[in-house]
């Protein structure tokens, strides 16, 4: 094999290719399915009309605005996410930033919470935040969606590691020049830890955007629902019109997926960041 | 900067789609205002309450309502942690079932007193029977559900069977047998009956409750601190299980995956109800017949129950609450909803008036059977979701072999446990108000079942044990009984 | 100079303006420490505590009942009597399986873009879409993938690559097909995270290693067992971690596509506790799944971590 180096560059592109098929396939056919009459959405889904439709319309997307409050569902699904990564990276940062370069005596103790409370996953406590949040009548809202996120351990770790490895010399000068704290993070550290606030807000933003879980239990009124939830509710509507549902999908990612095009460096990074430091 | 554009965007945003609430513009101090939960059903039923709130308020211009949809899947725990909360709405919809639960742990308000007489005597049974719960009214359905035994005419006639001319002229379990049998020789796959075996959940203790009934058993015994053992894993019930699993083993069941054996005509009868009329009227036409399910023992027994409205305790104006319901109860308005949906119209006079269920309607079985007893409701208590559960479990387990009695005790087993763990549902009294206010006296004098006429009214009255603690009131017993004439409400003295 | 006013107020008391850093800065890290403090104690180790305590009881959403101690009942009960037990078997499956296939897929997808290949940016980015995508509109398109018959896409194409030998199949109502068909769901949505990670370990691997070993005359083969896999060690023990927990809080397609599946068949704990606690009201025994379910995850990560040691860590 060693000797045709363009099979085996033609042969990895085949590889990819194929793979690309299958993991594009199901995208087209929700992108397809959005443009098609519900009826044909189902009846042609076995055959090739599932990626090449005779006609397409934008009906579907016209009946996804007027049958279901999408504007509310991306509303609530933003003004969370929003709140999550705008808090979440200020509140994340500063205990990140404490507990790598200050010194204080409860800076061990709180080490260690930290990367104890890091192996408690969501779900082991969504039961009973559920109970205690509707206990005292929080439940429906966006806040409750969003506060029990800001503080996040991952994020407060990846801050930690990664301020861990900004040079001293910059916090130091302006340590002499007379800087507080405070001052010194905001003008001095946060600006060279670009790369670190755009990977924890990726990873903030990945995380929250699709979840399902909590506003499944926290909420009632459309008014507040996100909209994984409302895609899921769409769905179980009978009859099923799933050209609208596929419709609704193409406009739930669309958001998700021109951010992602956009900063998609960042994202890759973000990612694989958690990866090498983890 | 970017947050605020992005709050800035998403407020924009939420001006566009459909209004969610149905209601006037600005707040008012005079203005009536209506918080309404109801189950996102089909799109016609969801259009038939929207187009029904704005009739109402045509008539009631000062009143506002906010009508919240409220997805089927999560509809119990959304309405527990609403309860929990404090943030129950004013009128709430509910799955027939769930009544018990929510009356129990306080969350309705007794309808006794809001319902107007004339209403309340024009209602089926039925839905008095399933709306109440130790002795009081708590919830109100507008229309009801029919179970029997859809069929193909043609096929039946071509086996020489006889058709059963009414609920009292069913099928017994021999004939039944039979007629699987001589139908299964004309059949390519043998397979003749479709009981829905694809169905999930609710269904199999909806269908089939009432054939353990009309043999002899139950679900749970409905004395008051009854239980499930010795009634769900007593010979009758097992016997009804056994009759099922015999036709499945026999291959007479096709396994309804494609939910169409009996529109594709791969089956000449199907365990059936309202719901699948308009498709299966669609691919039979004229031959499509409604039956009555098969009687195991004397009676046939039939299912009934579907979604109702109750009113909430902290709905600050329960008389408007009981008006939408009233007007939601007017003939023209539950015929609406029984096109929409296709079920049992709730009141007489819709009944009379509806093409479907009327008189000469093709669906006039499921009227006669609801008005004349053979529907019995399923168990009215709290614990009822657990004994749907645990008889569901124990019928896929027959379904699959297991022994009819093995599964059954285990069944009955589980629901015990619910009921000891609850300690059979004490009334609760207290802050909780009204139902202390009853009073043991005049109960003491009296320890057996009130029997009602069961053509009439339907409910009776549990009274409690002498001194004790009033407990689970019973529900019509097996057959049907001559009886006192009812009062109004179902109360005793 | 300048900043003197606001110097003051963060020096600890005592301290001359310009000494260098060894004076304790408590109250401003106190100050940074507390939101992310109060948040974690709030949301994560008080809802925590709550599980253990409600756990042995009998709490029930909206009981009028007063509460009860019950011991261990709620643990005994959920092994015994729920579908814990199935649960948790199917999300040792679901590891068991999704892990492997998931991993070598990401690998072997960052192997072939780890070349330089025009174009390589545009597959890289199509590979790691379905990442992006919610795991609810997964589970929603992929209910129509599976649609039972053989008008459903993933029916129509097997028979099609089987030559009609496929018999088509209700996937999700069926009790052998309705968690693989999960699993499918899972792994067609997470291989994208694997590859980016993989990724971005190979690049690290420097050329001259590959260059020595070519050298000494390692086949391509040999070259990967020897040079790419073990420089990959921290990355793929990251990823088969990772993928590993994710395994037991699969939630999202179980509900939406098959709820559970034909009796439990595709039951995960997590969907079986949400199922308890929410759908049910028995919240006790949701605490007590709960608790059960934090064990697992954290044996699982020690174990994992004691068994795949990361190369370069201290403790």
């Known amino acids: 094999m060693n000797r045709w180096p363009r099979l085996r560059a033609a042969l990895a592109y085949a590889l990819l290719l194929a793979f690309t098929l299958l993991f594009v396939a199901p995208v087209l056919f929700m992108l397809v399915g959005s443009l098609k009459p519900d009826e044909l959405v189902l009846a042609e889904a076995g055959t090739l009309r599932a990626f090449f439709p005779d006609t397409i319309s934008l009906d579907n997307y016209r009946a996804v605005f007027e049958r279901v409050p999408f504007g509310l569902y991306l509303a609530s699904s933003l003004i969370i996410n929003g709140l999550i990564v705008g808090l979440g990276l200020l509140v994340n940062a500063f205990a990140g930033y404490a507990l790598a370069r200050l010194r204080w005596w409860g800076r061990e103790a709180m080490l260690a919470l930290v990367l104890a409370v890091l192996v408690i996953p969501f779900e082991a406590i969504a039961i009973p935040l559920f109970y205690q949040l509707s206990w005292i009548g929080w439940r429906d809202d966006w806040l409750v969606q969003a506060i029990p996120f800001v503080a996040n351990p991952l994020a407060i770790f990846l801050f930690y590691s990664f301020f861990l490895g900004l040079p001293r010399e910059l916090e130091e000068a302006a340590r002499v020049d007379g800087a507080g704290v405070l001052r010194t993070f905001f003008v001095i550290v946060v600006p060279n830890a670009k790369a670190a606030f755009a990977s924890v807000a990726i990873v903030l933003f990945l995380f929250h955007w699709g979840m399902y879980l909590w506003p499944l239990l926290m909420t009632t009124s459309e008014a507040v629902r996100p909209l994984p939830l409302g895609i899921a509710n769409f769905h179980t509507l009978p009859p099923l019109q799933w050209g609208d549902i596929m419709a609704f999908g193409v406009l739930m990612v669309l958001p998700v997926l021109i951010l992602f095009v956009v900063f998609q460096r960042w994202f890759v990074r973000g990612v694989a960041s958690t990866g090498i430091k983890g | ?458 409910v009776d009255a549990k009274e409690a044990p002498v001194g004790g603690q009033p407990l689970g009131e019973g529900l019509p017993p097996f057959g049907r009984r001559e009886g006192s004439p009812p009062t109004s409400d179902g109360h005793a003295g | 100079m300048r900043d003197e006013g606001i110097v003051r107020e963060r020096i600890p008391r005592g301290a001359p303006v310009n000494r260098p850093m060894r004076s304790s800065q408590a109250p401003a890290a106190w100050l940074l420490m507390t939101p992310a403090l109060a948040g974690l104690l709030l949301f994560l180790l008080l809802p925590f505590g709550l599980a253990v305590v409600l756990s042995f009881s009998n709490l029930r959403m909206g009981s009028p009942l007063p509460l009860e101690f019950v011991g261990l009942a709620n643990y005994t009960l959920a092994f015994t009597d729920t579908g814990l037990t199935r649960a948790l078997l199917n999300n040792l499956l679901f590891a068991l399986v999704v892990v492997p296939v998931q991993t070598a897929l990401g690998l072997a997808l960052a192997l072939l873009l780890n070349r330089p290949l025009a174009g390589r940016a545009v597959f890289r980015t199509l590979f790691f879409l379905p990442v992006v995508f919610p795991l609810s509109l997964v589970a929603v398109v992929w209910v129509l993938i599976f649609a039972p018959g053989p008008d459903g896409l993933l029916n129509a194409a097997l028979g099609l690559l089987t030559f009609g030998g496929w018999e088509p199949r209700d996937f999700l109502n069926d009790p052998f097909w309705a968690l693989p068909a999960v699993m499918l769901t899972s792994i067609w949505q997470g291989v994208g995270f694997q590859m980016v990670v993989l990724l971005a370990g190979l690049q690290a691997i420097p050329r001259q290693l590959y260059e020595a070993a070519a050298v000494d005359g390692a086949s391509r083969w040999r070259q990967f067992l020897h040079v790419t896999l073990p420089g990959l060690r921290n990355p793929l023990i990251f990823v088969v971690i990772v993928t590993t927990i994710l395994s037991f809080r699969v939630f999202d397609q179980v509900r939406i596509m098959t709820r559970g599946g034909p009796q439990d068949a595709s039951n995960t704990v997590i969907h079986e506790m949400v199922r308890t606690a929410f759908d049910q009201g028995h919240v006790a025994m949701g605490a007590a799944m709960s608790v059960v379910f934090f064990l697992v995850i954290l044996g699982i990560a020690l174990v994992q971590r004691r068994l795949l040691r990361q190369r370069g860590e201290v403790s």
């Open chain 2, 1 to 458: 900067m970017l947050l605020a554009f992005t709050v800035a965007t998403a407020l924009t945003l939420a001006g566009c789609g459909p209004e969610v609430e149905r209601g006037e513009g600005a707040p008012d101090a005079d203005v009536h205002r209506l918080e309404i939960w109801a189950h996102a059903g089909r799109e016609e039923e969801r259009r038939t309450l929207e187009a029904q709130i704005d009739r109402f308020r045509a008539e009631r211009s000062e009143v506002r309502i906010d009508l919240t949809w409220i997805p089927e899947g999560s509809y119990n725990g959304q309405v527990q942690a609403a309860a929990l909360a404090g943030r129950l709405p004013d009128l709430l919809e509910f799955d027939g079932p769930y009544l018990y639960s929510y009356a129990w742990q306080g969350h309705l308000r007794p309808l006794d007193d809001l319902l107007p007489e004339e209403i309340h005597a024009d209602l089926l049974p039925s839905i008095l029977a399933q709306g109440r719960y130790r002795d009081h009214l708590y919830g109100l359905g507008t229309f009801d559900s029919g179970l029997g035994l859809w069929a193909n005419r043609a096929r039946l006639e071509a086996a020489n069977a006889r058709i059963p001319g009414g609920p009292d002229d069913a099928w017994d379990a021999e004939e039944f047998s039979d007629l699987l049998e001589r139908l299964a020789q004309d059949d390519p796959d043998g397979q003749v009956l479709d009981l829905k075996l694809n169905y999930t959940g609710e269904w199999f203790s909806y269908a089939f409750a009432p054939l353990l009934q009309s043999a002899g058993g139950d679900l749970v015994d409905r004395e008051p601190e009854g239980v499930a053992s010795g009634t769900l894993d007593g010979p009758e019930s097992v016997a009804a299980m056994t009759a099922v699993q015999s036709w499945i083993r026999q291959g007479r069941v096709d396994p309804n995956l494609d939910d169409a054996a009996f529109a594709r005509g791969r089956v000449p009868l199907a365990w059936g109800g309202h719901w699948n009329y308009p498709g299966y009227r669609a691919a039979l036409g004229e031959d499509l017949l409604l039956l009555p399910l098969p009687r195991m023992d004397e009676t046939m027994v039939t299912g009934q129950g579907s979604w109702q409205w109750g009113v909430t305790r902290r709905a600050r104006d329960p008389e408007l609450a009981m008006d939408f319901l009233a007007f939601l109860l007017r003939p023209e308005e539950v015929l609406a909803m029984s096109e929409a949906n296709g079920g049992v119209p709730a009141t007489r006079a819709a009944v009379a008036r509806s093409e479907a269920y009327g008189a000469e309607g093709p669906l006039h079985l499921f009227a006669r059977q609801l008005e004349e007893g053979y529907a019995r409701p399923r168990p009215r208590t709290p614990a009822y979701p657990v004994i749907s559960d645990a008889f569901d479990r124990a019928f896929q387990d027959i379904r699959h072999g297991t022994d009819p009695a093995a599964a059954l005790s285990a069944a009955a087993r589980r629901i015990d446990r619910e009921l000891r763990e609850n300690h059979h549902y004490p009334e609760i009294t207290g802050e909780r108000g009204e139902r202390g206010e009853r009073g043991d006296t005049h109960k003491a004098t009296r320890d057996q079942h009130q029997n009602r006429a069961v053509g009439q009214i339907g």
